[in-house]
């Protein structure tokens, strides 16, 4: 209990870093925001079963990219989806997968016919 006073008090506000005329925030709901874009990222990878490069930044890049392509780009309604700190996760995920299935579709070909590095005796 006490570790999420000290982690609240400490990210109240946020930690703000300027560099130059760009000032940075870091809150506890953008570490809320990139804890949910790696889950969302993760299990993307493992529904289309294909990994992104990077390891768990590309699952985090592809968890941001997914929900602004369902929020913003391609909206879907008529259906009630789950908010996490306003993180709609459903949208979250369909998006993570559209991202993953896209570079799946487009890194296969150059996979696919390569040899395998090892030879079995």
């Known amino acids: ?16 870093i ?32 294909w990994r992104l490069p990077f390891g768990i930044v590309g699952a985090i890049i592809a968890g941001l990219i997914g929900v602004w392509l369902m929020t913003q780009v391609i ?10 700190d306003n993180v709609p996760l459903i949208r979250a995920l369909i998006g993570a997968i559209i991202l993953v299935a896209i570079w799946h579709l487009l890194t296969y070909p150059g996979w696919r016919g390569r040899r395998r590095y ?4």
């Open 1 to 16: 209990m006490l570790h999420l006073f000290a982690f609240h008090t400490i990210f109240a506000s946020g930690i703000t």
């Open 118 to 121: 090892y030879r079995r005796y």
């Open 75 to 84: 909206i879907i309604s008529g259906f009630n989806d789950i908010n996490v």
């Open 18 to 49: 300027q560099i130059g005329n760009n000032a940075w925030t870091i809150s506890s709901a953008f570490i809320v925001y990139l804890v949910i874009a790696a889950i969302v990222g993760l299990v993307a990878e493992f529904i289309v079963g």
